[in-house]
């Protein structure tokens, strides 16, 4: 709680520096109807699960905190798409662009025709694999799989089954999410058998598979989740085999997830699943459009940790990545593997604070 009060402090005075920076410039509106002299262009990568749809609500607001004109397209997790929508904000002559690369190989060529024309970009939530971007904001996804992995070994007592609801290993979050899990598995609780299922971020894979395993192997007690995106095809998997039952139950099959919806934290008071890992959509969006408007500025930065509790990391040579607080999420605020969690009622979520 004490992170979320400091974090709104720091983030307020940083808004109200940029409206005094702003003054001498004059206002513009959020709208786009500004004078474009800060007009950014935002895509979102998808509008189909809680998360991005989460994304999507906050940063029109806080566009509008920063006196920023904004512009908005939906690539719906298409690489070309999103090209196609890059070029339509170059020919609105947007002055920044903030986008979130599903397919962080494909994206390359697109950011070398934005870095020619001298426009920064921001990559939200992930990191393209090769080329160059102002700044990367995101959290730490490898922490993702070692919280999860500690949540599991632990309450399966270091011994047992579970699956792993991969992403898309395209995609620099599938891919840290399960070499870290993995890796995690294999040093801290080697007698327990993983079973990872790639599902390209599909919940209708991912619970055909799920289901499969589950068949295959009656007695596997695990399931992590690496987003929400698998959460009600797994509670449905659940409930047909009679699993679907709370933790006081010898048949509970304990469930963590990735993201922090508020589906999940009601899930979680509820017993219908047991953690999460809050990756912060708010703080996405903020940040996203602070970097973009120190871009603009002119701004610089370094490695180092930051005014807002974060730390920014040197991934490479030209690539910076301010790394966000992402807490585990329980339903009794313990410490599991060493890894301290938030209850899923504690008001520092945003999962608890949407309007």
Not at 175 to 181: G, K, L, Q, W
């Amino acid at each position: 709680m004490k992170l979320r009060a400091t974090r709104y402090v720091s983030f307020g005075a940083l808004a109200a520096l940029a409206v005094t920076a702003l003054t001498a410039c004059g206002s513009s509106s959020a709208s786009g109807q500004g004078g474009g002299s800060r007009v950014i262009g935002v895509d979102y990568p998808r509008s189909d699960t809680d998360f991005w749809n989460s994304y999507i609500k906050y940063t029109p607001q806080f566009a509008k905190e920063l006196e920023l004109d904004l512009k908005t397209t939906n690539s719906q997790n298409d690489v070309a798409k999103l090209t196609a929508d890059v070029q339509t904000f170059i020919s609105q002559g947007v002055k920044g662009v903030a986008m979130a690369p599903q397919d962080t190989a494909a994206i390359a060529p697109t950011l070398a025709q934005l870095a020619a024309k001298k426009i920064p970009v921001v990559s939200v939530d992930t990191r393209p694999d090769t080329g160059d971007v102002y700044m990367v904001v995101r959290a730490d996804n490898r922490a993702y799989g070692e919280k999860a992995c500690q949540y599991l070994g632990t309450k399966l007592g270091g011994k047992g089954k579970v699956v792993m609801l991969q992403g898309d290993l395209a995609s620099v979050n599938g891919r840290d999410r399960t070499e870290a899990f993995n890796a995690c598995m294999k040093k801290n609780y080697p007698a327990i058998k993983v079973f990872g299922e790639a599902t390209n971020w599909d919940g209708a894979v991912a619970a055909q598979k799920l289901q499969t395993d589950l068949t295959a192997h009656p007695d596997i007690k695990g399931v992590y989740m690496q987003s929400s995106f698998a959460l009600s095809g797994t509670l449905q998997v659940l409930k047909q085999k009679n699993l679907l039952v709370g933790p006081e139950d010898k048949k509970h099959v304990f469930v963590v997830s990735n993201d922090g919806i508020p589906e999940e934290l009601k899930d979680i008071a509820a017993g219908r699943i047991d953690a999460t890992v809050s990756q912060p959509a708010d703080l996405y969006a903020k940040y996203a459009l602070y970097y973009l408007k120190a871009a603009i500025d002119g701004r610089t930065f370094k490695p180092g940790r930051t005014d807002h509790h974060s730390t920014i990391i040197k991934v490479r040579d030209g690539l910076l990545e301010d790394q966000l607080s992402a807490p585990l999420v329980t339903a009794d605020g313990g410490t599991y593997g060493g890894v301290p969690s938030l209850k899923s009622d504690d008001e520092s979520l945003w999962g608890n604070n949407l309007g």
